[in-house]
Every structure is written in structure tokens, then in C-alpha cells.
């Protein structure tokens, strides 16, 4: 089955710390990937969507600066939160959906980063 | 806006019943249904897919219904086991770079 990964698995660092996640997708080519941020007991709030070679289309409210988006290849992408501070303290989650699959298509899920924020 | 409600109270049952979750939505017509499974701390993973046109659909001990009348998809295991146990989620899906709207899930307990 399709594998996405991602890491690190948790991450805590300083206030004021740029922190990189990646998301690989292993064994398919993924031309999207998405970019979940994850409250307790709450649902998946999508951030932006990151499409191979443009750039990422991001939710209403979510802020580009922030929250940086690079998908530089067909199996990786990355989010870089920039100057993090204690408020971006949250569970992050990509995935991928497999290039050329016809119609709905389901999303393959890294296992999420825990982002702590001192 | 498209609006997803599963039930935020946990579902508790016996091994080997079936469990039976409800997704319900409002002011969309989703071309797809679609139901994950998502440990603690863990990413959600893929367990079943149903077209609009289709009513039901089978995955070994998973059952998913879809009435797009009702605006409701029921997600049923049968022989439930303690393994099962975790939250589900429903997703709304659809076509035409339509994204995916995710439900905040249901917590399944199956006792031994």
C-alpha cells in the first residue's frame, strides 16, 4: 500500500525556533500533498494544499509567512514554521494522494509531528 | 458552509458485537464518502471509499452505507474486537480539486 513519512515524530524547541517537517511519499508519486494541523478531539483543519513545482494554495486565515511550504519534488514536501512561538504548539499531519487516480481519491497519512513550543 | 457532525460522545461495546458509527452532513452533495481510522498520536489511516451512486459497500468485518437522501453514512463493524478500538473519522470528498472535509471523529471502546 502507499506509505507517506514523516518527520521528526515530535519536535520541542524554544520560543522564537524555525522548525522543518518533511513528508516523503515512499512508493507512489504524490502532485499534492496536504498540510493538516490537528487539535485535541477536533478535526482535521486543513492549512494548504502543495502542489509539485507551484507554489502552495493556503487556507483562509492560515499565514503563508508562517507556515512555509516548499514541494520541490513529486515525493516530498516540506513546512517550515518560522519564529514558532508556544500558540503553534500542535499536532501536524501531511499526506498524499496518489498522481493519476481517478476520481475520490484517499489520502495516505504520515504519522504526524508533535510540535512543542517552549 | 459544508458541515460534518459524528458523534463526539465515545462509543462503548462488547467484543464481538457490532458497532455501529453515524456521519452526518449538511449543505453539501459529496461525490465521495470516505472513513479512516486514526490511533492516538498516530495519522489517520484509509479504510473504505463509497460513490454517491453506491449504497452500501463491504471491506471484510466493515460495512458503510451512504444515503445521500438522508445526508448520512453509517459505518458499522461486526465481530468487533478490542483491536478496533480508536476514533473514526468520516471525510466528505468530492471532485474538481474539491478538498476534503474531515468530521472530528468518534472514539470506539470495544471491551474484552
Known amino acids: 500500500g502507499a506509505v507517506v513519512s514523516q518527520h521528526p515524530s515530535r519536535v520541542i524547541c524554544k520560543s522564537g525556533t524555525s522548525v522543518k517537517i518533511e513528508c516523503r511519499s515512499l512508493d507512489f508519486q504524490a502532485t499534492t500533498m496536504f498540510w493538516y494541523r490537528q487539535f485535541p478531539k477536533q478535526s482535521l483543519m486543513l492549512m494548504a494544499t502543495?502542489?509539485?513545482?507551484?507554489?502552495?494554495?493556503?487556507e483562509q486565515g492560515v499565514e503563508k509567512d508562517k507556515f512555509l511550504i516548499n514541494h520541490a519534488s513529486l515525493t516530498l514536501s516540506t513546512l517550515t514554521v518560522t519564529s514558532a512561538h508556544p500558540e503553534d504548539s500542535s499536532f501536524y499531519i501531511c499526506?498524499?494522494?496518489?498522481?493519476?487516480?481517478?476520481?475520490?481519491?484517499?489520502?495516505?497519512f504520515g504519522d504526524g509531528t508533535r510540535l512543542s513550543i517552549l | 458552509s459544508q458541515k460534518i457532525e459524528q458523534n463526539s460522545e465515545a462509543l462503548n461495546i462488547q467484543e464481538g458485537k457490532t458497532a455501529t458509527l453515524t456521519c452526518n452532513y449538511t449543505?453539501?452533495?459529496?461525490?465521495?464518502l470516505q472513513w479512516y481510522r486514526q490511533d492516538p498520536g498516530r495519522g489517520p489511516v484509509f479504510l473504505l471509499l463509497i460513490r454517491e451512486n453506491e449504497k452500501e459497500k463491504r471491506k471484510e468485518r466493515l460495512k458503510v452505507t451512504f444515503d445521500t437522501t438522508l445526508k448520512q453514512s453509517l459505518f458499522h463493524i461486526t465481530a468487533s474486537q478490542p483491536a478496533d478500538s480508536a476514533t473514526y473519522l468520516c471525510?466528505?470528498?468530492?471532485?474538481?480539486?474539491?478538498?476534503?472535509?474531515f468530521g472530528a471523529g468518534t472514539r470506539l471502546f470495544v471491551k474484552a
Open positions: 502543495s502542489n509539485e513545482g507551484s507554489k502552495a494554495t493556503y
Open positions: 449543505n453539501y452533495s459529496p461525490a465521495y
Open positions: 499526506s498524499a494522494s496518489e498522481a493519476g487516480f481517478p476520481g475520490g481519491q484517499p489520502q495516505h
Open positions: 471525510a466528505l470528498d468530492g471532485t474538481g480539486g474539491f478538498k476534503t472535509i
